[in-house]
């Protein structure tokens, strides 16, 4: 699994199924979620829920860390790398 | 060994639903009970949410029936909310605003020996005069308005229980004496068992309103019967609200000391000045008719060196009182008469009133209890932690197992040591987006002294 390719797919999930209809935002790879409170600390449990449905990819609650949670591309990095973990 | 020549086998300190369960439980058994009740039936008292553990009890006891006639409001579940960007949420990481809903329904999880999907809210008034009379019913001996003054252990072969009428003193001989005195330990005090909680150091000031529009808090309209917590913006502060009849709710304020005001007065602004933080609530309230006065309960949150003894064992909140959040109170009490029950009925036969007789009770809820400590610690100590868990499959069921009150079954459910291994991720690491949000609890609340 690319990074990218999963950024991707958490892109289009964070647009089309946890944001708010009129809630529009600019998102790309590097938009910072948190800042912009695209995504909050409850929210980003939806999104570990998601990953693990649609990459099988647990992502450990104890990984939630701004750093890794920072952007589109460092959340696929982290799913890209727990997978490769896993295998 | 001789015989004692006792007026009862077993004295009981107290008629609320500790010591009316355990009484209902002897009677049936057959053993002879006197149960002491310092009131007169029917009086307030604080603890009006039940969870559904207690069912198992109420069916044992041949009580359901009972509590349906009462027509006490169906509980299906609880609701947890938070206000928009408060201060606790927003004010050092960023802006972060954590809009916060959870809810759990108990129909979501089969409980075994449990047959409904809901449980009870009482008015306790009503609930406690309903089971005292239950235990009547089934044979135990019932003294109301008699407030016991000690216990007199010098004979090994039976407790002399004093206590006064009138002006006389007066006492009566058991073989077994139960303290099931609530919050005022009677024994517990006497035998210096007591054990301050040093973690948890609670306040709370509660009333009831008629009224109070209860869809105002309700997300959805079919949820206005569960029991709703709403987090205020102060630290380990929150308010109950809870359904006693069609119209009347009875509200909360729970707060740690530090910010409860010496004088009734100020107690009272303390309330208006809580609920505020939540203006819709506040509304809701002030169009509503407050139909009780302010009634405030503190020193609450300890513990014993020990729950039983030779001839002595203490039920429900007189063995412990942990936090009121998860409405366990009542659960603890009716489950401490049914898992005491059995070692008593034992003792009774064989004559042995030793303390090792009452080991099994002991260890069982003193387990439970210790479970229940573990989940409150980690819902004070990591708010988020405990709604982000809710709103997990993977980890939903669990949590609502414990909400439920099966607490006893496990030495440490994995669900209780998944949390807690986080929550010791989350404060070692500061730059986890959960780190803002741990409370005030010390670090060593995870091993409580007792």
Redesign the interface.
Known sequence: MEPLQIADALKDFILNQLLEDEQVVELDFQTPL??L?IL???A???V??FI?GTFHVDVP??H????N?RSLESMGQLVARLNTQAN | MTQANVDFDVGIIGGGPAGAALASYLAKEGISTVVFERELFPRPHVGESLVPSSTRVFKELGFLETMEEAKFPHKFGAVWTAADSNKLYSHDW???????YADVAFAERAQPGVDRDYTYHVDRGKFDLLLLQHAQKLGATVYEGVSVRHADFSNPDFVKVQFQLGKSEHDVKVKLIVDASGRRTILGKQLDWRIRDKVFDQYAIHTWFDGYDRTIAAKYENRTEYIYIHFLPITNSWIWQIPITDTITSVGVVTQKKHFAKTKESREAFFWEAISTRPELYEGLRASQQVRPFTDEGDYSYAMKQITGDRVVLIGDAARFVDPIFSTGVSIALNGARLSSRDIVRAVQTNNFKREAFANYENTIRRGTKNWYEFITVYYRLN??F??FV????YRLDVLKLLQGDVYDEEAPPVLEKMK??VT??ER?P????HP?LGDLTANAFSPDF
């Open positions: 948190f800042e409170k909050d600390s409850l980003v449990v939806t570990v829920n693990a609650l104890e939630l860390t701004a750093d949670l | 960023k802006g972060l605003s954590a809009s916060s988020v932690l709604t982000a709103r997990d499959p993977n291994e986080i991720a989350v690491d730059n986890h987006i959960w949000f």
